[in-house]
Structures are given as structure tokens and as C-alpha cells.
């Protein structure tokens, strides 16, 4: 069939035969999700669960002078925490709110020092390490925190070519990690984030490479 301007239309069952293809090229299509953790506050210092403590100004300056070392990127978000929130706008950064970034929920155990908690719940903090479906405190279980950052980082707002940055909390990243390289979630207990540090994640869906614990002022230099 021909259009109006003379030249030849497609065959439909060509069209039919490349359509496959198309998806078979957008599923090859990789991204770059790069997730810095916030900066130093009171609440990491004194190992607390969770808390929504804000910077201090060590962190805020440390913040700052990291910000020309932040990579590009196509799109941005940050956690709803404060000290996220801080992080993303001291390093310059135009980030949307995601709170499928948010921290891990601790129940009752939020805001508390970890010895504490030991002291105070041997027996249930024993199983929290030990049980990655336990929730004595209330709150989500390992095993829900690693399905939730793993539904954030398959979604898609990170399928197709290009570069996704967050802010996201150091336990979100950890389970992150675990679900990109199907980690048993024991390995969470492993992993450590430093804060302010860059972990990248290149790939797709169902395979993902990793390159860990970056620090941002490592790169100002360069």
C-alpha cells in the first residue's frame, strides 16, 4: 500500500516480525542507579535505630564541599528523612521525595541506642539477627525491607538507558544490594554503608553489577 506522498508503507507482517525485537532491545537496555548515602548525624554516631535526626553542621559542611563530586544523572530522588532530605539539598541536588526510599521501620526500637535495646530485649534482638522474617519490635522484617528496596530498584523509573540518582538510606541501600546480586538476606549483616559514600548499580532488571562504597569527596579532585 502506498501513502499519500508516494512511497511504500511497511508490510504489515514485517511490522509484526520487528515488533518482537523492539522488546527484546528495550529489555537489553541498561541503567545506571547510583545511591549515595546521607552524611553523618547524632543518630549514626550513637548507633541508633532509625530516627529521623537531622544533619549536624559536621555533616552539612562534609555535605557541601562533596557536592562537585556528585555524577550525573537523569533523574534524582531522595528519601523522606530529614537527614536525606538535607543531603540531597547540600549537595545540590533537584530531587524528587520517594518513600520507597524511607528507612527501615524498627517498630518500638525506633530512636533507641542498639546496646540499649540488648540490654533491655536479649531474646528478641538475638532473633532479629538471626530470622530475617522476625518483627519483634513491631515494625518490617528483614525480609520485607530487602522486597521493598528491590521493588524500587526494578520499578520502572529505573528501566531503560540512563542514570538514576538517590539519596537513600544506608539500610536501603544494603538491601538493595542483596536483592540486585540475589544475596541470601543473612548478607545484609555484612554489608556496610558508609555515610556519604556512592554505590552504584549498573544492569537491569534481574542482573546487576556492582561497584561499592565510593566516597564522594574521594572524587572532587579528579
Known amino acids: 500500500m502506498a501513502r499519500p506522498d508516494g512511497t511504500k508503507a511497511p508490510d504489515a507482517m514485517v511490522c509484526l516480525a520487528v515488533w518482537p525485537l523492539f522488546g527484546e532491545l528495550r529489555a537489553s537496555m541498561t541503567v545506571r542507579v547510583m545511591l ?61 521525595v520517594d518513600n520507597a526510599l524511607r528507612d527501615w521501620e524498627l517498630g ?3 530512636g533507641a541506642r542498639l546496646d540499649e535495646v540488648g540490654a533491655r530485649e536479649p531474646e528478641a534482638v538475638a532473633a532479629w539477627l538471626a530470622d ?30 540512563g542514570r538514576v540518582l538517590a539519596v537513600a538510606e544506608p539500610s536501603v541501600v544494603r538491601a538493595a544490594v542483596v536483592h540486585a546480586l540475589a544475596l541470601p538476606p543473612q548478607a545484609f549483616w555484612r554489608l556496610d554503608v558508609a555515610p556519604l559514600t556512592l554505590t552504584e548499580l549498573s544492569g537491569r532488571s534481574g542482573r546487576w553489577n556492582l561497584r561499592v562504597g565510593r566516597p564522594l569527596a574521594a572524587e572532587a579532585g579528579r
Open 36 to 96: 549515595i548515602s546521607p552524611a553523618m548525624n547524632a543518630a549514626l554516631r550513637e548507633a541508633r535505630f532509625a530516627g529521623d535526626a537531622p544533619l549536624d553542621d559536621s555533616g552539612i559542611r562534609q555535605t557541601r564541599s562533596a557536592a562537585a563530586s556528585v555524577p550525573a544523572a537523569d533523574r534524582a530522588r531522595h528519601g523522606p528523612s530529614r537527614r536525606c532530605t538535607l543531603t540531597a539539598d547540600a549537595l545540590g541536588l533537584r530531587s524528587a
Open 132 to 161: 530475617p522474617s522476625a518483627t519483634p519490635h513491631g515494625g518490617e522484617s528483614l525480609l520485607d525491607l530487602c522486597a521493598r528496596a528491590g521493588a524500587w530498584l526494578d520499578a520502572p523509573h529505573t528501566r531503560g538507558e
Open 108 to 110: 518500638r526500637w525506633t
